[in-house]
């Protein structure tokens, strides 16, 4: 897939490029606003990945003038500016998702991989054409079961096959789609690729033919049998690791080649941020010397912003805070006195001191398990007793769980704010005279993400129970019970709480409350999906295909209730739930949203903690009943 990248700060560039490419990205670079509209308006892009502030034409314009010339292409911005309104008015130019500098880079690829989907919607987690599978959530394709060694261009080959499976590829065509407007091949150069990508299926079972010529057309995947139909599966743990085996070697991750290259590019740019920083000790030192020039002081901002973006994608987040501080104070607006002067000298001794350290390894830290089928999920266990903790950590591997223990609170806060686990077994008892498992249940039912828990105790109390209950715990399980017991329950939590992650389409004309939603319902892993113009909802609502429809009440043209009349009167959307947002609390108006088909119903201003369960409990109660009929 093909991405235009707009930024003009190098190293960012570079950095983002190189992790692009390493995930399979095809990546065309351009370092101004006006070069960037014009790539987009001749070249046909998959994703746009947009800085906000660059020379020519700032991202949000460019994102403005191409969605007022029909562009359908996802654009995510990239920016250091962190406040609401500058998200607001990112989003309001069109831009499908908003992130800010310094960002990790795996998160990014998990918003690029998110919108990718929302533009391709039944586009599954893993595909499968006879014996060749494609996992796009691990970046693998494997043949019965064995992985597949490929070069980045191979692997951009055979993706557009299986994601075209019937479709015959001209070799002009694969040069326009997989290779990036800087390179200019020659079409024998498609055909020794698609030479070495035959000899490498053929190697692991498929027939000399798999990917089969069409003379004087081009290439596809070969037909295959009427009764062997295409499926969709997700290949299993051991599969994946049987294949690597015969493969004769580990496979090196996207993230740790992602980090190998950062620490290569870390080392190419040093000498450039030492520039960055003079600049700013040229400035201080003016300044502390009564000399500084509106020129100098304009400089020094411009590299502190860049220093901001840039430090912590490079591992030095701590290295970023500093300079956006810096250049907080160094605004044209900011009064500098001698106070300020002093903080800005103390700021950038403390920028010199983390830059004379290695950087961290969080530039590159691993996307959550989550975000990967095949992933093995973090469980902590919060309990003193080391005879159980041990019986649990002998067979966590069985049950594809990662474990760790926390014998304390304490150290059970420690673990979830240093790395949050996918589900918690807490035990309700522990020797504090202040504290016991029902306090820290009580913290994590109010905190983002909502980790799921499931308590332990030795105390099988109706009390207990309904606290438990009314804290949001998950599950309830009393001692003693065997160890199987105790990980069917957590599968069995995980895989509801799973299950919940869904569309959800927000109709709201107030852009504030659209981008407020979005930012409180992602955390819960929802994909939320903003309309600003109800005049667009028939179109928006076939097109994203929500699990759950939030309604402003009234709006230009259309009011919600009228919306909320046209679903119900719809046979393929008469089941969808349906929750109105609004300020009005009349009883005659709350009457009529229910009249009109109406679910649920909440009065602004919004309450978080009321809407998020809400939204997440009429999510489950509907899988529920799904799951029922089903079984049926």
């Known amino acids: 897939m093909k991405i235009l990248l707009v930024e003009d700060d190098e190293p960012t560039a570079l950095v983002l490029k190189e992790a692009l490419s390493t995930h399979h990205y095809i990546v065309t670079l351009a370092t101004d606003g006006q070069t960037g509209l014009e790539l987009a308006q001749a070249y046909t892009y998959d994703l746009l990945l947009l800085d906000v502030l660059v020379p020519k034409m700032n991202g949000m314009t460019l994102c403005r003038q191409l969605r007022s010339e029909g562009y ?113 091949p020659e079409e024998n150069t498609v055909t020794a690729h698609i030479k070495t990508l035959r000899k490498k299926l053929k190697a692991v079972g498929a027939t000399s033919d798999f990917i089969e010529t069409m003379y004087g057309l081009g290439y596809r995947l070969k037909s295959l049998p009427e009764k062997e139909v295409p499926v969709h599966e997700t290949l299993s743990t051991s599969n994946r690791a049987e294949g690597a085996r015969e493969a004769g070697e580990e496979k090196e991750l996207p993230q740790q080649q992602v980090k190998s290259s950062v620490s290569k590019l870390w080392e190419k740019f040093k000498g450039t941020f030492t520039a960055q920083v003079e600049v700013l000790e040229h400035a201080t030192q003016a300044l502390t010397e009564g000399r500084l020039t509106v020129e100098l002081q304009q400089k020094a901002l411009q590299e502190a912003h860049r220093l901001g973006g840039s430090l912590g994608i490079f591992g030095f987040a701590e290295g970023s805070k500093l300079a956006k501080r810096l250049e907080q104070l160094l605004e044209p607006e900011a009064t500098i ?69 926390a014998p304390s609170l304490k150290a059970a806060r420690i673990a979830i704010a240093s790395t949050p686990p996918d589900i918690i077994l807490l035990d309700l008892t522990f020797p504090t005279p202040t504290e016991n498992g029902l306090t820290l249940l009580a913290e994590l039912a109010h905190q983002p993400p909502q980790i799921p828990v499931v308590a332990f105790t030795g105390r099988d109390s109706l009390s207990d129970r309904i606290e438990v209950a009314r804290l949001g715990g998950r599950a309830f399980l009393h001692k003693p019970v065997s160890t199987e017991q105790i990980f069917q329950t957590l599968t069995q939590v995980l895989n509801r709480v799973r299950a919940v992650e869904a569309k959800v389409m927000v109709v709201d004309d ?56 046209v679903v119900r009167n719809d046979p393929q959307w008469s089941e969808l739930p349906i929750l109105f947002l609004t300020a009005h609390t009349e009883k005659d108006t709350i009457n009529q949203a229910f009249a009109a088909g109406a679910d649920d119903y909440i009065s602004k201003p919004i309450a978080e903690q009321e809407l998020v369960t809400r939204i997440v409990n009429r999510l489950e109660r509907v899988r529920w009943r799904q799951n029922e009929v089903s079984e049926s």
């Open 510 to 565: 107030d852009p504030i409350i659209l981008a407020t939603l979005s930012s409180l319902l992602k955390p819960w892993g929802l994909d939320v999906t903003t309309l600003e113009n109800p005049q667009r909802f028939w179109e928006v609502l076939s097109y994203v295909a929500p699990d759950l429809l939030v309604l402003d009440l009234e709006m230009p043209r259309f009011s919600g209730i009228e919306l909320c009349q």
């Open 72 to 184: 359908q292409s996802p654009i995510l911005l990239l920016t250091a500016l962190d406040n609401s309104t500058d998200r607001v008015m990112g989003l309001d130019a069109g831009a499908d998702d908003y992130l800010v500098k310094p960002f990790d880079i795996e998160e990014l690829m998990a918003r690029i991989r998110a919108l990718l989907r929302r533009g391709n919607s039944t586009l599954p987690p893993v595909l499968s054409w006879g014996e060749l599978q494609f996992d796009p959530g691990a970046s693998e394709f494997s043949y019965a079961g064995k992985i597949l060694r490929l070069s980045a261009k191979e692997y951009s080959l055979l993706e557009l096959f299986i994601l075209n499976p019937r479709r015959v590829f001209s070799r002009s065509a694969m040069i326009d789609r997989l290779w990036s407007d800087e390179e200019y």
């Open 337 to 405: 006195g001698q106070e300020q002067a002093l903080q800005i000298s103390k700021l950038l001794g403390l920028l010199q001191q983390e830059l004379s350290k290695p950087p961290s390894e969080s530039a590159s830290k691993s996307a959550p398990a989550s975000n990967s089928a095949s992933s093995s999920s973090r469980l902590l266990v919060i309990d003193d007793d080391v005879a159980l903790t041990e019986r649990l950590k002998g067979e966590a591997t069985a049950w594809n769980m990662l474990l760790d223990v």
